[in-house]
């Protein structure tokens, strides 16, 4: 059967499932190369009360990420994905692109140049370092030469260990426990006991359609994202309640609901989602656990299984779960992206 694939150890030797899996299983130690990295980078302590965010793709979940950890602390955030940022007063300016080399990421932080004291940069390389150097904007460099979507723990590692330097400590984790989670999810973790191989396994033979609710919104975005990108797997993703009151109609055949779990989720979502799975049939579900009980381990926790999940369901398609076909290409044909270049080459002389 094509799922005992997943427990053969040859197909792990195939050069590009080898080089993704490495990737991934080095999870926590990234965070934790990200987290000193982040340390190193020369702060005060300031009041911090709005932040702005710049990101987009896999940049872009890290500024999400961080943007809900601040706002639980009661900064006003704003994360941006669009081309221009809106203006405003704000304490903190957080880039984040893994290339250095995203347009809507550097031609928003162009409006803000004259800040540049505000601005602290996240990245591997590119215009965005260099801009560091030459305005002498902070930056937390992050290893290079991988896929922008493999560098979350390093980027979130990155970025929190700098704010821990502004005195916003939130990097406090329990990383072994978070690490005993991710052995049940490794390849030589069998299929009857490693959930992300059973997902991925009911995902690849269906349409999935991610349901989430706002403590879960992240993970079940990321896990969205990793799908599209790791397994070339189109899928539908939707907010409960507002979801159960249109998408449902329309759920198709094969329709997998997809729903990550929590446990800070509201008693009302609890029994709405059992609701839901009695009307649509249990097999017709599946859920999305972490072990942890802390915010942020939770969090952290369904990531990693969601990027586990979308690199089973690679395999199970036969697919390259490191190159892009189209992402890249679209950016070297858009003409925006060219021009925004242009004058950053000019700022940079
Ligand atoms: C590629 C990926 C993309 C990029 C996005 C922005 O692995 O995940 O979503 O993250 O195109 O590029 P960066 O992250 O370099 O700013």
């Keep these: 059967m094509k799922q005992d694939l997943l427990d053969g150890e040859w197909v792990y030797k195939e050069e590009n499932y080898r080089r993704a899996f490495e990737l991934i299983d080095r999870y926590v130690d990234a965070f934790a190369d990200g987290l000193s990295s982040g340390r190193s980078i020369r702060a005060e302590e300031i009041d911090v009360k709005r932040v702005l965010l710049l990101g987009i793709g896999g940049s872009g979940i890290v500024c999400d990420v961080v943007a809900e950890i601040l706002s639980s602390r009661g900064i006003v955030t704003h994360v941006s994905k669009e081309y221009t940022a809106p203006p405003g007063e704000w304490d903190l300016i957080i880039a984040i692109s893994y290339s250095g080399n995203t347009s809507e990421t550097l031609n928003s932080l162009l409006q803000f140049l004259d800040q540049e004291d505000k601005i602290v940069a996240v990245t591997s390389n590119g215009r965005l370092a260099r801009l560091g150097e030459k305005l002498g904007i902070k930056v937390v460099k992050v290893r290079s030469g991988i896929p922008p979507r493999y560098a979350f723990p390093d980027m979130l590692g990155g970025i929190l260990g700098y704010l821990e330097k502004l005195g916003l400590d939130f990097a406090k984790m329990n990383l072994e426990e978070i690490k005993e989670f991710q052995e049940g999810l490794k390849k030589d973790k069998r299929i009857d006991e490693n959930p992300a191989k059973e997902a991925a396994v009911k995902i690849s033979k269906s349409h999935p359609i991610i349901y989430v609710y706002r403590e879960v919104r992240l993970p079940g975005y990321r896990l969205k994202c990793e799908l599209n990108e790791n397994a070339k797997v189109f899928c539908h993703y939707a907010e409960i309640p507002e979801a159960l009151h249109n998408d449902i109609e329309a759920i198709p055949r094969n329709g997998l609901m ?85 004058r950053l080459d000019e700022e940079l002389g």
């Design 258 to 342: 997809i729903i990550p779990r929590s446990f800070r989720e509201p008693y009302e979502i609890s029994k709405t989602i059992e609701a839901l799975s009695r009307l649509l049939g249990e097999e017709k579900s599946l859920e999305l656990r972490a072990r942890s009980k802390s915010y942020l381990e939770e969090i952290i926790e369904l990531f990693m299984l969601s990027d586990y999940i979308s690199l089973y369901t690679s395999v199970l398609r036969g697919v390259n779960p490191l190159i892009l076909h189209r992402i890249e290409r679209l950016k070297d044909i858009n003409a925006a992206y060219h021009e925004i270049k242009r």
